[in-house]
């Protein structure tokens, strides 16, 4: 099980670093990728956790649903951080003064409720499609699926610390963006 878990963690981590820290750090992130690439990744994840899961062929039905909201999930944040970098990428040319100046906050907040209810949504489907797959697992299943969430979110954390270090106002920004809503899929298999 261990040697199982460890190879599926590497296999994830190898495929990611590749992919992360090959772009240069003012273009790293999911932006920077192309759409395929960003697929592949979801692909890739969504492999693993079966692997690791060793599904039954009483729970295999179940899993199309699963890896469905997984990957509708990963495309949807996807296409909001590309929104993302394209404002900051508009305001890149803009000082402070200009962007404090002009900003609106009531479109940033009409902007916010849209993605967070876009966000809502998916994680609703996720939590429906994995709920029946869940309800099968056996115990040795569920403490295979905590341990290489765990993994992962180690992984991420280090990877994250890499990303921004040494980019003056990042690690505040990422602080920011990192509360418990801001769950990873790995995380929201966890919950």
Known sequence: MLKLL???????FVTL??????????????????????????DARVAIVKAVLQLTPDQ???WPAVADAIRVRAQNRNARIARIAE?????????TSDILRD???IAFLDRRAEALAQRSQ???KLADAWRPLYATLSAEQKQRLASLTLF????????MEHA???????QHMMEQRMQPDDDDDWLVIMR
């Open 152 to 159: 992962a979110l180690h992984q991420m954390g280090n990877a």
């Open 87 to 95: 404002t900051v990428g508009k305001m890149s040319n803009e000082s």
């Open 164 to 170: 921004v270090s040494g980019q003056p106002g990042m």
């Open 122 to 124: 998916d994680l609703k």
């Open 60 to 62: 295999e039905k179940y």
């Open 17 to 42: 670093s590749q992919a992360a820290f090959a772009q240069a750090p003012s273009t790293m992130g999911p932006a920077s990728l192309s759409p395929q690439n960003l697929a592949d990744l979801t």
């Open 103 to 105: 900003r609106d906050p």
């Open 6 to 12: 460890a190879a599926g963690a590497t296999a994830l």
